[in-house]
């Protein structure tokens, strides 16, 4: 995203290109229900935007993907539904993992 909150076109088509992929397997649900909880925009999500609220938005999402109650999606077919390497889903999904795993109360202050 530019500095003036215009979307860069590549950014707009990645974006389109994941929401029509997840519409085709039916999980664009369940990631507008995380957009909405996190207050995240669909677009961001999808696409390449790193600020940390989409980030964990976007972590979260890998995870109950992975963890779909009906469907079972490897870490690789999340990667490719996203565009990503495998091994950023991996990372994603452990960090939030370990942020679910944090209790209210036990947060750590970080230098």
């Known amino acids: 995203m530019r500095a ?7 950014d707009v088509l990645i974006a ?3 929401i029509d992929a997840l519409r085709a397997r ?10 909405k909880t996190r207050g995240v925009v669909l677009h961001e999500l999808c696409g390449r935007t790193r600020s940390r609220s ?11 993907i992975r963890r779909h109650p009906e469907r079972h999606y490897s870490v690789l077919e999340i990667a490719r539904l996203f ?5 950023t889903v991996s990372a994603g999904m ?18």
């Open 83 to 87: 565009g990503r390497d495998h091994t």
């Open 54 to 64: 989409v980030s964990r938005a976007r972590h979260e999402t890998w995870w109950c």
């Open 16 to 18: 389109g290109r994941v």
């Open 26 to 35: 039916d999980l664009l649900e369940l990631v507008e229900d995380i957009c």
């Open 4 to 10: 003036t909150g215009i979307p860069r076109t590549r």
């Open 94 to 111: 452990d960090a939030h993992r370990r942020r679910l795993d944090l209790a209210p109360g036990d947060a750590q202050v970080r230098a």
